[in-house]
């Protein structure tokens, strides 16, 4: 038997689900730009696009949540034993 932090299986459970998280909870709001715009809803969406930093992150998440995946479905499939809590 090996110890939980030696299963493949949990690690990948484990970034997956930080992925997640980091793609849940880092979203950047929407910005969209009305037709016709006027100045201030111009300078409106200059400031939303600088605000709106967080792309890295999501990216990020979204990244971790697929290795997490890929690593947790490899884990359960060469999988030997069980593993000890």
């Keep these: 038997m090996k110890k939980w932090y030696q299963s493949?299986?949990?690690w990948g459970i484990i970034i997956g689900g930080l992925g997640f998280f980091l793609t849940e909870?880092?979203?950047v709001p929407d910005v969209t730009l009305p037709p016709?715009?006027?100045?201030?809803q111009l300078k409106s969406y200059a400031e939303a696009i600088q605000s709106a930093q967080?792309?890295?992150?999501?990216?990020?998440?979204q990244?971790?949540?697929?290795v997490g995946s890929v690593l947790a479905i490899i884990g359960r499939v060469k999988?030997?034993?069980?593993?000890k809590v």
């Design 63 to 66: 990244l971790m949540g697929v």
């Design 8 to 10: 493949k299986t949990i």
């Design 79 to 83: 999988a030997e034993g069980v593993i």
């Design 25 to 27: 909870y880092l979203q």
């Design 36 to 40: 016709n715009a006027d100045f201030d």
């Design 54 to 61: 967080g792309n890295v992150g999501v990216i990020i998440g």
